[in-house]
């Protein structure tokens, strides 16, 4: 369902349906990593289980999305996204269940937690292709603006909120709020019409339309160059990030400030997607790729062992930049993809993301014990800045137009570039923060 350029988002009853939708299953998704931690630890008293738990859930998810992308492409993605959200809530009731009834076992949570990860393998890839079935194209910045402020808002929102929920009524409460999120986002996204997606079935094997999807991805140079920068951002920053991060910054300046760091980024975060809704630039790939570099800051206050008013800075700014970069990404191929190979691409585009990230996470302690968590902090910082802005020798990333400043004719590929499909999706048959990283449970 198209709509004039100037109409309000929120006027159009099919997005205002799926933006519901995307705010419960967030708000469910940013509450459930510190209901399930406290859950597992409490009921087995094991960081070894939880971390078995938390694994057993991106296995599944990095196995299939390949797969989750051409089921996406291949069936109505509003089909899709439905199931994902009920198999999700069955499966986040079925762990609230057993530790609600006091039989907590290690096997039927980690069983449970590596379905709920492969449903997400299938809900990721067909989330980022449904949203050019919902909005013109000239829209689709503010859409994914919105989008983006909802998931920000959940992840300052969900883990205190979760963390309310644990003390007051317990950690197995808390991840049955969780499993009905998932049922209500599915009551709102069952009512999406999306009457484009209605193509004939395909003919080829899921197998052949995966192939079919890595030609398309590496026919466009502006989406492999991102997206292998993205995937050198991943390793190199957010394992450093994450590992490094709260122990450099407690020698520094105390514990209490890594809480501080953390806000301040989500803030950046959320007021970044907010601006977002109504900046218009004419190359806003160009404006992501380099605000990209900005997530280096903190890693570079780190490493130099400056103290907490400029590490909170430099936090703010790289959640600035990162929202820039995530509303400018998704946007740029939602433009550009044609709509009937979108999901594919956006899965190979989201492999290449998460995978960097366990790897980066395995590298970071040996380095550091090797060279020093601060040297290692300030090279993070340094490669990651550069890998950031290096796509931008290219002609593809710097020159792809945006269409929202092309209103009245459809923009012109960029050089080496498939041809954008028109608005209405006629000739197709039928999506990933930057700097990604898996996110738990369907999103």
Request: hydrophobic letters at 50%; one cysteine or more.
């Amino acid at each position: 369902m198209h709509s004039s350029p100037r109409s309000s988002l929120f006027g159009q009853a099919e997005f205002r349906a799926f933006f519901a939708g995307r705010l419960v299953s967030l708000l469910g998704s940013s509450m459930a990593p510190v209901a399930l931690a406290f859950a597992v630890l409490d009921a087995s008293d094991s960081a070894h289980d939880l971390g078995v738990v938390l694994a057993v859930h991106m296995l599944p998810l990095l196995a299939l999305l390949l797969v989750g992308g051409a089921v996406a492409d291949r069936f109505p993605r509003r089909s899709v996204l439905v199931a994902a959200h009920l198999g999700s809530a069955l499966t986040q009731g079925g762990v609230a269940a057993i530790l609600l009834t006091g039989h907590y076992s290690l096997v039927l949570v980690a069983a449970l937690e590596f379905l709920n990860g492969a449903l997400a393998a299938f809900a990721t890839p067909a989330l980022r292709g449904i949203v050019p079935r919902l909005v013109d194209k000239a829209l689709l910045q503010q859409a994914n603006s919105l989008l983006g402020s909802a998931r920000n808002a959940t992840k300052i929102l969900g883990p205190s909120l979760s963390g309310v929920l644990v003390v007051a009524v317990g950690s197995g409460p808390a991840i049955a709020f969780d499993a009905f999120t998932y049922l209500l986002a599915a009551g709102f996204l069952a009512r999406l019409t999306l009457a484009t997606d209605t193509d004939a079935p395909r003919r080829t094997t899921v197998l052949t339309d995966m192939r079919d999807g890595w030609t398309e991805f590496r026919s466009i140079p502006w989406v492999w160059v991102g997206t292998v920068s993205f995937c050198l951002m991943n390793l190199v920053q957010t394992g450093t990030w994450q590992i490094l991060g709260p122990q450099l910054t407690r020698q520094i300046s105390g514990e209490a400030t890594w809480g501080f760091v953390l806000s301040a980024r989500g803030i950046g975060l959320l007021v970044s997607s907010l601006l977002m809704y109504r900046l218009v630039v004419e190359r806003l790939l160009r404006l992501g790729q380099l605000t990209s570099a900005l997530a280096a800051l903190p890693l570079l206050a780190l490493g130099a062992q400056l103290h907490a008013p400029w590490l909170i800075a430099g936090a703010f700014v790289a959640g600035l930049g990162s929202s820039v970069t995530a509303v400018a990404w998704d946007t740029s191929l939602q433009e550009h993809v044609p709509e009937g190979v979108l999901s594919r691409v956006a899965s190979y585009d989201d492999l290449l993301s998460y995978v960097a990230v366990p790897i980066g996470q395995l590298s970071v302690g040996p380095l550091a014990r090797t060279f020093g968590g601060f040297r290692v902090a300030v090279a993070a910082g340094v490669l990651s800045a550069a890998v950031a802005v290096i796509p931008l020798a290219s002609t593809a990333v710097r020159r792809l137009p945006h269409v929202r400043t092309h209103r009245t004719e459809p923009a012109p590929p960029a050089p080496g570039a498939l041809a954008v499909l028109p608005a209405d999706g006629a000739a197709g048959s039928g999506p990933c923060g930057t700097g990604r990283g898996a996110e738990q449970g369907v999103e």
